[in-house]
């Protein structure tokens, strides 16, 4: 069964501090590890799609990093508009329909 | 603009009444998903269609039912068989020969007293 863990539930960051959100995921062949960003009372918003090992995307103070048991979203002096929760996804390459394992999800709060 | 619609954005219902959420996307995606989302739970998936006239349980199809008449829209119906159906639904589609990545809806907060 596959199974996706988002670590820390919760981070509070002031305005330019920089850190790290951790997805560790358990999965029969990855064919896709996703990051979506979440407003409260909102959908989803696509953030990045990693395929492979070693492989990184950017996107304004957002990097995300992949390795064979864990990916990062690494936020750069992040600002208060970056607060969301951040949802971690994988999909397997035997997944029928291409269905998605989402985490809980990391709850990051940025004050000014 | 494309994109995918989920309407009401809220809907209130009394127990043992028959609700159903609308879920219309313009973006000609093939495949669409319907999710349900619960405080300190990740989304799980409820139904999924991959192409028109046909569709797939997901991990929590009890008390649900969907139906894919057209491309376009994948209505789910929840049912008074649902034993706890006050969540958060949010419906997702895919462009099964361009990408994996899903495209969510803005969402349809159900509460039922």
């Known amino acids: 069964e596959d199974q996706v863990t988002q670590s820390p539930e919760a981070l509070r960051l002031q305005e330019g501090e920089s850190s790290s959100l951790n997805c560790s995921y358990t999965v029969s062949g990855l064919r896709g590890l996703f990051w979506y960003r979440q407003d409260p009372g909102k959908g989803p918003e696509f953030l990045f799609t990693l395929y492979s090992a070693g492989e990184e995307k950017e996107k304004e103070r957002l990097k995300a990093t992949l390795t064979k048991k864990e990916s990062f979203l690494h936020i750069t002096a992040p600002k208060p508009e970056d607060s969301a929760t951040y949802l971690c996804?994988?999909?397997?390459?035997?997944?029928?329909?291409?269905?998605?394992?989402f985490g809980e999800g990391t709850q990051l709060t940025v004050n000014p | 603009d494309g994109g995918i619609t989920q309407s009401p954005k809220y809907l209130f219902r009394k127990e043992g009444q028959n609700v159903t959420l609308s879920c219309e996307q313009n973006l000609n995606h093939d495949a669409m998903y319907w999710y349900r989302q619960d405080p300190g739970q990740g989304l799980r998936l409820i139904y999924y269609s991959q192409i028109v006239n046909d569709f797939q349980k997901g991990d929590i199809a009890e008390g649900y039912s969907v139906s894919r008449e057209k491309k376009e829209s994948f209505p789910l119906t929840v049912t008074s068989a649902q034993k706890n159906p006050t969540a958060f639904y949010l419906c997702?589609?895919?462009?099964?020969?361009?990408?994996?990545?899903?495209?969510f809806g803005p969402g349809t907060r159900l509460t039922v007293t």
């Open positions: 997702a589609s895919r462009n099964r020969a361009k990408s994996y990545e899903q495209y």
């Open positions: 996804a994988v999909q397997a390459y035997e997944t029928s329909g291409s269905r998605l394992t």
